[in-house]
Nanobody
Framework: VQLQASGGGLVQTGGSLRLSCVASGRTFDSYVMGWFRQAPGKEREFVAAISWSGVGISTYYTDSVKGRFTISRDNAKNTVYLQMNSLKPEDTAVYYC????????????????WGQGTLVTVSS
């Protein structure tokens, strides 16, 4: 699976962005999809994940983005989205999409496929 993330940019505090991640291959709907982020000088951290379609769609978020970010997937387009609203300066990071089989995980280490990252900068 190859992943291509896009949609990052510069936005003011309180603004919105929508990230997209397009996956190659014909089995996209069988993958758990996750979004992670890495701020300068920090470790990569979990942001959100969405389960694969065969078990019914469930979504998961880190506490700091609950109520502001929404993860969704369009299997017909092989795409996962991250809608980010009410952005804060602390959301500034490179955002990565990732894919894995089977169960949802918040761990960076268990995702098998990664996109190249897209930079989100939130100005104060």
């Amino acid at each position: 699976v190859q992943l291509q993330a896009s949609g990052g940019g510069l936005v003011q505090t309180g603004g919105s962005l929508r990230l997209s991640c397009v996956a190659s291959g014909r089995t996209f709907d069988s993958y758990v999809m996750g979004w992670f982020r890495q701020a300068p000088g920090k470790e990569r951290e979990f942001v959100a994940a969405i389960s694969w379609s065969g078990v019914g769609i469930s979504t998961y978020y880190t506490d700091s983005v609950k109520g502001r970010f929404t993860i969704s997937r369009d299997n017909a387009k092989n795409t996962v989205y991250l809608q980010m609203n009410s952005l804060k300066p602390e959301d500034t990071a490179v955002y990565y999409c990732a894919a894995k089989r089977s169960v949802v995980s918040r761990s960076v280490n268990v995702y098998d496929y990664w996109g190249q990252g897209t930079l989100v900068t939130v100005s104060s």
